[in-house]
């Protein structure tokens, strides 16, 4: 599709400005920035599409921006920190919709494309489409309105019928074209379908996995359906998106020591168990805390998703000004898929305003546990089980781990007895090292500020 050239210059400057900001975005003192750049590219590339010649619907289109920018500046102001995966999910969702859609668009036209563009647009709709009703599951589940995973019976005997069923459709598409309407409306309707019955088994242990797929899948489309409209921007920020995500994929996968094809196709069942554990369950009391902490001489404060769930990060980053006043040197821990998306403690913390060189990753802080007087770890459950090192038994074998087991006194503040997202008991709570604090995070971490306070 041919352009004037003040339109391609303005969609060029909007891509570079994509690029520019997703760079920003991988580092915490950048990302701020990269966001401000990226936005800044799109209203670039929104406004250029608008001086397109010949372009009809401008009133449709002017009234679409204008309520989604309201939803997104209310949704964005309201939404709780400890909200965001779904979030993210549901804007993930809404792009690969959005790319679908195009393609939709183009197919129900009947106008005649080569087959390379057809092909383009019948993968980037499956994509979107898939990234679409899987990252809708995806949130119902961060939601809660989904309260368990449902694995259909013969999953994955489903999950490649359908998959067949999307191809063998797209590829009728493509020799077709301009396709039947209704040979769109089945490679639509089983694309949707697909999303949804291979996300509905997926647990929470690979959720933030999940999230960084769709995300990658979202990219992908919005790549392949710019390429059908002649869009650089598209082209550009949705290729960046793609590559971008599949690369995160990857890493969290790898954080998991699992595959991807066993995240999708075998994912971690609710109440898999492996060896018996040994050990009794022995509780602390804030005071034992205060005093354990306020006379070491080094802290690892392990957060997860129970100090999201309980707004606990301010808290947290309180109590550990009150440590570092008193001469104990406090650093902390996060592991790649500790939360809900990839992040998720992170951005918590950065809310809280610890600083970003107080926070290290599994591999940089993994080797200072063992120089630790207490590791404190607050809502977390999988990414601290030894057992993912000893008990070849167990679902979450072979993942890589926070060695806060290694520590001289261990911690853990927890709301109950119950298991993680996989639902494999803690051995970690059973050693001799390991005392419990029950509570919410936030009104456990204040009772012993109030402790540390009171030692002076």
């Known amino acids: 599709m041919n352009q004037p050239l003040y339109v391609q210059g303005a969609w060029f400057i909007g891509a570079v400005l994509f690029i520019f900001g997703l760079k920003?975005?991988?580092?915490?003192?950048?990302?701020?920035?990269?966001?401000?750049?990226?936005?800044?590219?799109?209203?670039?590339?929104?406004?250029?599409?608008?001086f397109v010649p010949h372009l009809k619907n401008l009133g449709l289109m002017a009234g679409a921006l204008a309520l989604g920018t309201a939803l997104a500046w209310v949704s964005g102001k309201r939404v709780k920190m400890t909200d965001m995966p779904q979030m993210v999910a549901i804007y993930n969702g809404m792009g690969g919709g959005a790319a679908a859609a195009i393609a939709a668009i183009?197919?129900?036209?009947?106008?005649?494309?080569?087959?390379?563009?057809?092909?383009?647009?019948?993968?980037?709709?499956?994509?979107?489409?898939?990234?679409?009703t899987g990252s809708c599951i995806a949130f119902a589940k961060l939601q809660g309105l989904m309260k368990k995973s449902v694995r259909l019976p013969g999953q994955n005997v489903a999950n490649v019928v359908l998959?067949?069923?999307?191809?063998?459709?797209?590829?009728?598409?493509?020799?077709?074209?301009?396709?039947?309407?209704?040979?769109?409306?089945?490679?639509?309707?089983?694309?949707?379908?697909?999303?949804?019955?291979?996300?509905?088994?997926?647990?929470?242990?690979?959720?933030?996995?999940?999230?960084?797929?769709?995300?990658?899948f979202t990219g992908l489309a919005v790549g392949f359906e710019g390429y059908v409209l002649g869009n650089p921007a598209l082209i550009i920020a949705g290729i960046v998106v793609g590559a971008a995500g599949t690369l995160l994929t990857q890493l969290m996968a790898k954080a998991m020591n699992r595959p991807l094809a066993n995240i999708l196709f075998t994912p971690i069942a609710s109440g898999e168990a492996g060896a018996a554990i040994e050990g009794s369950l022995k509780e602390a009391g804030p005071v034992d805390v205060a005093a354990m902490m306020r006379y070491a001489a080094k802290v690892i404060v392990v957060p997860g998703y129970g100090m999201a769930v309980a707004h606990a990060q301010h808290k947290v980053w309180e109590m550990a000004v009150l440590l570092e006043e008193a001469g104990v040197e406090v650093k902390f821990a996060i592991h790649p898929v500790a939360g809900r998306m990839p992040g998720h403690m992170n951005v918590l913390l950065a809310e809280a305003g610890v600083p970003y060189d107080k926070i290290f990753d599994l591999d940089e802080?993994?080797?200072?546990?063992?120089?630790?007087?207490?590791?404190?770890?607050?809502?977390?459950n999988d990414v601290v089980n030894p057992v993912a090192r000893s008990d070849k038994s167990s679902p979450i074998y072979g993942m890589p781990i926070l060695n806060a087991d290694q520590a001289q006194n261990v911690v853990v503040v927890k709301r109950g007895k119950g298991?993680?997202?996989?639902?494999?008991?803690?051995?970690?709570?059973?050693?001799d090292n390991c005392r419990l604090l029950y509570g919410d995070a936030q009104p456990a971490i204040a009772e012993v500020i109030q402790q540390l306070k009171a030692l002076g």
């Open 106 to 132: 183009e197919f129900a036209r009947g106008q005649a494309h080569g087959p390379a563009t057809t092909g383009l647009a019948v993968l980037g709709a499956l994509i979107g489409a898939v990234s679409f």
């Open 419 to 431: 298991t993680g997202y996989s639902g494999v008991d803690n051995a970690l709570f059973y050693k």
């Open 365 to 380: 802080i993994n080797g200072e546990f063992p120089q630790a007087d207490v590791a404190l770890v607050i809502g977390a």
């Open 163 to 216: 998959t067949l069923a999307a191809f063998a459709l797209g590829i009728a598409l493509v020799i077709l074209a301009p396709g039947r309407p209704e040979l769109v409306l089945g490679f639509f309707a089983v694309a949707l379908v697909l999303g949804v019955v291979v996300t509905l088994p997926i647990g929470g242990a690979d959720m933030p996995v999940v999230i960084s797929l769709f995300n990658a």
């Open 24 to 50: 920003g975005m991988g580092s915490p003192g950048t990302a701020r920035r990269g966001i401000v750049w990226a936005g800044v590219g799109m209203v670039v590339a929104v406004l250029a599409t608008l």
